[in-house]
């Protein structure tokens, strides 16, 4: 059985070290992606993939999730509206602000928000942080305001904006993480409540799409008028490539990896964001970018190992959860 156990958490540090390199690749690429095509229309067309190619899956293989997350539609209703939230403003952050940064924006105020959400959802069990987390959760603020000020003072490799572009960003990043961190907390009781992570995939999106959709209607001008055939065929492979199958892999990895391997996995991808940066060569390189993105790896590792520690010695508490955009924990019944 340990043995076992070890293969699964293995397979799953493999996908997540895949999720993470993934998604990487996606936040560089839709960094300057996002400068020339309207983010409404990459989330239309993103997120439709989505719902389109998991639910064909969860019809064939798994009708009773399907059913159960008819019986639980409140609440499939919510994780609707909060990750439609996450990732537009996600989408949105990434025109105004440095791709790294908005990584470590939107995924770092996961861990700090977490302990307060649990005690606001319905069937949750709030998490006690130990001393020595809740010192390196004020590591982790810091390199959350020190990002920030990167943005704000005009060190970042987009150079200056101007104030209000800069602070709506990271308004936009900050707000959007916390949106996904309610999203993925609603995920698990979900998934506690024997709905699977491809089948919860299939209906995740569906508001996302109607909301794009809706403001691409409603705000001036027409948001896909400057895109062509070519384009939105080049934006919906690498949407496939780089949100669909991301968010799919990142689902297993969950399931299979423990909360606390994910999130020190996850700690690395600002800084393989920048190294990515430099290789596509849109933006200049920044040590203050590079600085914030070593800091808040440093931070975000040591509070993972600091959780797994504290799991060891109360063996009852319940895991931390992992939080990112397109993730729900998986119990044991629906894995």
């Known amino acids: 059985m340990a043995t076992h156990s070890r293969t699964l958490e293995a397979r799953g540090f493999l996908l997540s070290g895949a999720f993470v390199a993934l998604a990487s690749m996606r936040d560089v690429y839709l960094g300057g992606l996002l400068q020339r095509v309207n983010p409404l229309v990459v989330a239309v067309t993103a997120f439709s993939l989505c719902t389109l190619a998991f639910l064909a899956v969860a019809f064939v293989r798994d009708r009773a999730g399907l059913a159960a997350l008819v019986r639980h539609?409140?609440?499939?209703?919510?994780?609707?509206?909060?990750?439609?939230?996450?990732?537009?403003?996600?989408?949105?952050?990434?025109?105004?602000?440095?791709?790294?940064?908005?990584?470590?924006?939107?995924?770092?105020?996961?861990?700090l928000s977490v302990t307060w959400i649990d005690r606001f959802v319905v069937g949750t069990t709030p998490v006690t942080l130990t001393t020595a987390e809740r010192r390196l959760h004020v590591g982790l603020l810091i390199a959350l305001v020190f990002a920030g000020a990167v943005v704000a003072g005009g060190l970042s490799g987009l150079g200056a904006q101007p104030p209000g572009r800069a602070l709506t960003g990271i308004a936009l990043a900050i707000g959007g993480g916390v949106s996904i961190s309610v999203s993925t907390v609603l995920c698990r009781t979900l998934n506690d409540a024997g709905v699977g992570p491809t089948t919860l995939l299939a209906l995740r999106f569906p508001g996302a799409v109607v909301l794009a959709a809706t403001l691409a209607v409603v705000t001036p001008g027409d948001a896909f008028v400057p895109v062509t055939p070519g384009i939105l065929g080049g934006v919906a492979l690498a949407s496939f490539l780089l949100i669909v199958l991301p968010n799919y892999v990142n689902q297993i990895g969950v399931a299979l990896a423990s909360p606390v391997t994910v999130r020190a996995v996850l700690a690395v991808g600002p800084v393989l964001v920048f190294a990515l940066q430099l290789v596509e060569g849109r933006l200049s390189s920044s040590p203050a970018t590079l600085a914030a993105c070593l800091l808040y790896a440093v931070f975000a590792v040591a509070a993972a190992v600091a959780r797994r520690r504290a799991i060891a010695t109360r063996p009852t508490e319940p895991l931390s959860l992992p939080l990112h955009a397109g993730r729900g924990r998986v119990s044991a019944s629906s894995r």
């Open 73 to 111: 539609r409140r609440r499939l209703g919510s994780v609707n509206v909060t990750t439609a939230l996450a990732w537009l403003s996600f989408f949105f952050a990434l025109r105004a602000v440095e791709p790294a940064l908005v990584q470590i924006l939107f995924f770092g105020v996961g861990p």
